[in-house]
């Protein structure tokens, strides 16, 4: 008999092998678990074209769950009374970390490999975002100074 194992996306325990993953209660649960990250991921990517930085306010300490690191990830980065939205979020999905997480995570649970590539980030694309919103951010206090 196999040792039991326990699965953190059905909550079980099972002890059939890796014939677990394979069930429809597994994959019905995996999709699940993709679907309700997935909003947040589109919504970072698009901040990846145009940066958007607001003032500071207490909701933008909001977290997310990554399911492929089963991690708490902060969906947006603070500098000072200043926030860049989503930048947490693609800071964590650009990460090596994470994708390394993220094909572990693949290859155990069996998930469809065409959806693997929307929770994967590049370095390059997270450098664009940096890079556009620190000119904001530039931009943002030499207008300060000007319009005191």
Not at 62 to 85: D, K
Not at 106 to 130: G, H, I, S
């Amino acid at each position: 008999m196999a040792p039991a194992q326990r699965c953190p996306l059905c909550r079980q325990t099972f002890f059939c092998g890796r014939g677990h993953v394979y069930s429809r209660k597994h994959q019905r649960q995996l999709k699940e678990a993709l679907e309700r990250l997935l909003p947040q991921v589109e919504a970072a990517r698009k901040a990846i074209r145009a940066a958007q930085v607001e003032r500071y306010v207490p909701e933008h300490e909001r977290c997310c769950w990554c399911v492929c690191c089963g991690c708490e990830v902060r969906e947006h980065l603070s500098h000072g009374n200043l926030t860049v939205l989503y930048g947490g979020l693609l800071e964590h999905l650009a990460s090596p970390e994470h994708k390394k997480a993220t094909n572990k995570f693949w290859w155990e649970n069996k998930a469809e490999v065409q959806m693997k590539e929307k929770f994967l980030v590049t370095p390059q694309d997270y450098v664009r975002l940096c890079g556009s919103s620190v000119s904001f951010f530039k931009l943002l206090q030499i207008s300060k100074k000007f319009f005191k």
